[in-house]
């Protein structure tokens, strides 16, 4: 009783609790940065649309190629799974609050993705810090937060991050194609292995070859599916907007109950799927040795854009296709928003894309785990970490790894808890710095 009670406190804190302390930090970057993510949105397009030549420095990445795998690890399967999921809990209304609070977090994304560029731009060239564990070192306690940060980033990055992929990986193939899972743990074993002894330099070309794959498969098919039922566009749009502010067709406890289930879930989504306030696009950055961080920062904010307006648009499938209230959930209610469209074809669609999402989360996150592994290790065992995260890889094609999620929600919890805090204590600071750059370039 006792420890159901304990998790039952954690289940709550970890939702309301934390969700409104994140929003409530978005909010504080929005104002601290004069609304950079409204007014500086268009130059940031034009810097990833139109980028500089630059060239990979210690890190194995430049700026662009951080954009893209940060990209990589917020278009997961959390895009399409928990949409579908969002949409159950809270209604069509769901979506339109995931655009909302996309647009806040947008602001953090561009404080931790500046913070950690401007931090290690100054970092002595042997440190094997980045990211937030690099910055957190200049916050009260800093010393014990970045080892705390790291050790949970490792955590994270070896269950969220790999081994759950490949368990939607290998559960994807195996639906759609009848593979037994131990040949494709064999096969993810020796992928692994092939991208991790190539060091960074091939865990960012592979990154660099999913991303974009992936990306015209999604917005290809979904643009085609809102076409086919382009007729109940309007209507749908004008449906999530009622369920998000004005439910009418709901009165007393049952409207206040419906709008509360629409925005905690339209936040849930949003903070998870984008990863903003995690302190993983900032480990991606990090390590590019950039000297614009105010560029990085602009270029790691458009990443939550984009993610973000995926999550509202497997939203607006699953609402224009009908089937938002047929009582499906999960992958199951997004593959039944597909077959609408594309008979059934969409199952095959929507097991692609899930598995083409979790490939480029798997490889993104080889680079953040490996961050974190160094800041953790000091840099050594380099080998132990590969033979770690392969079999990480390997165990999550055979196992569910759902059987931890608790205590995995716990270290999601404690990432996003320590990082914003130290985004918050270090905001007079990176606010003054980012007046200073933006001076320099005016």
């Known amino acids: 009783m006792d420890t159901f009670l304990i998790w039952s406190w954690i289940d709550w804190l970890l939702g309301g609790p ?15 940065f004069r609304f950079v ?67 806040l977090m947008m602001a953090v994304r561009f404080a931790e993705v500046y913070a950690s560029t401007w931090f290690g731009a100054r970092a002595p060239k042997d440190t094997v810090l980045g990211g937030p564990m690099l910055y957190l070192t200049q916050v009260p306690g800093g010393s014990v937060l970045s080892m705390l940060y790291g050790i949970c980033c490792l955590v994270f990055g070896l269950t969220v991050g790999n081994a759950m992929q490949t368990h939607s990986i290998s559960y994807g193939i195996t639906t759609t194609w009848g593979v037994n899972p131990y040949i494709i743990a ?25 991303v974009p794959v992936k990306v015209v498969v999604f917005f290809g098919s979904s643009l ?20 998000a502010f004005q439910p009418q067709a709901f009165i007393g406890g049952v409207l206040g109950f419906t709008v509360m289930q629409a925005v905690q879930a339209g936040m849930n989504l949003s903070v998870t799927a984008t990863e903003s306030g995690l302190g993983t696009a900032a480990i991606l950055f990090g390590y590019t040795g950039s000297t614009d961080p105010l560029k990085s920062g602009l270029m790691g904010m458009i990443s939550t854009f984009v993610s973000s307006l995926v999550c509202f648009l497997v939203s607006l499938c699953i609402v224009i296709s009908g089937v938002w209230d047929s009582g499906l959930a999960s992958s199951a209610l997004t593959i039944s928003a597909f077959t609408t469209a594309f008979g059934q074809w969409g199952g095959f669609i929507v097991s692609f894309l899930s598995i083409s999402f979790g490939s480029g989360v798997l490889v993104a996150y080889a680079y953040i785990t490996r961050a974190a592994w160094f800041s953790v290790t000091g840099g050594r065992f380099e080998y132990a970490f590969m033979v770690v995260y392969t079999l990480a890889a390997c165990l999550g094609a055979i196992v569910d790894p759902s059987l931890v999620w608790k205590a995995v929600a716990l270290i999601n919890g404690l990432l996003l808890t320590i990082n914003l805090t130290g985004l918050l204590l270090l905001m007079p600071r990176l606010s003054r710095y980012v007046r200073e750059s933006e001076s320099k370039k005016a």
């Open 186 to 210: 064999a096969g993810i074993t020796l992928f692994m292995a092939y991208i991790l002894l190539g060091g960074a330099k091939r865990i960012v070309a592979v990154s660099d070859a999913i």
């Open 37 to 103: 993510q409204f007014r500086a949105f268009f130059k940031a397009w034009r810097d990833i649309l139109a980028p500089k030549s630059e060239s990979a420095k210690a890190g194995g990445m430049t700026p662009f190629q951080a954009f893209v795998n940060t990209l990589s690890t917020n278009l997961g399967n959390g895009s399409i799974v928990g949409a579908a999921t969002a949409v159950v809990a809270g209604g069509p209304g769901a979506g339109i609050w995931v655009l909302i609070v996309g647009c």
């Open 224 to 243: 085609i599916l809102i076409g086919y039922h382009s007729g109940a566009l309007c209507a749908s749009l004008q449906l999530m907007v009622q369920s």
């Open 18 to 32: 934390l969700i409104i302390y994140a929003v409530g930090i978005s909010i504080i970057c929005t104002v601290a």
